[in-house]
């Protein structure tokens, strides 16, 4: 069983920033978290920054720059610096954790709210 809770989301204004946390709570010592993902209103649920077992980290394109990931601890927190907020960037952001050495296994929070106001 993998636990994940988001938060951090809010309203914030354009070019504004906010970061957002992903707390993970599990007894299984395979789970490490994953990256951050997030859907906006009637699209495809996408990438927005991943992180490898060795720590590199990766970034949507839309993203770079501003997006920034780390994971703390022995993998049992992750943030989301977001910086120079843009009108294309309001979604819900969702944290994932996998079971290292099982594939397909993906494990998800409920989510936190990303808005800008106009």
């Known amino acids: 069983q993998v636990r994940l809770v988001e938060s951090g989301g809010g309203l914030v204004q354009p070019g504004g920033a906010l970061t957002l946390s992903c707390t993970m709570s599990?007894?299984?010592?395979?789970?490490?978290?994953r990256g951050w993902y997030r859907q906006a209103p009637g699209e495809q649920r996408e990438v927005v920054a991943t992180?490898?077992?060795?720590?590199?980290?990766n970034y949507a394109d839309s993203v770079k720059g501003r997006f920034s990931l780390t994971r703390n601890g022995p993998r049992r927190t992750m943030s989301l610096q977001i910086n120079t907020l843009k009108p294309e960037d309001p979604a819900v952001y969702y944290c994932?954790?996998?079971?290292?050495?099982?594939?397909?296994?993906?494990?998800w929070g409920q989510g936190t709210q990303v808005t800008v106001s106009s």
């Open positions: 992180i490898t077992g060795a720590g590199n980290t």
């Open positions: 599990t007894s299984d010592s395979r789970a490490s978290l």
């Open positions: 994932c954790a996998v079971l290292l050495g099982v594939g397909g296994s993906a494990y």
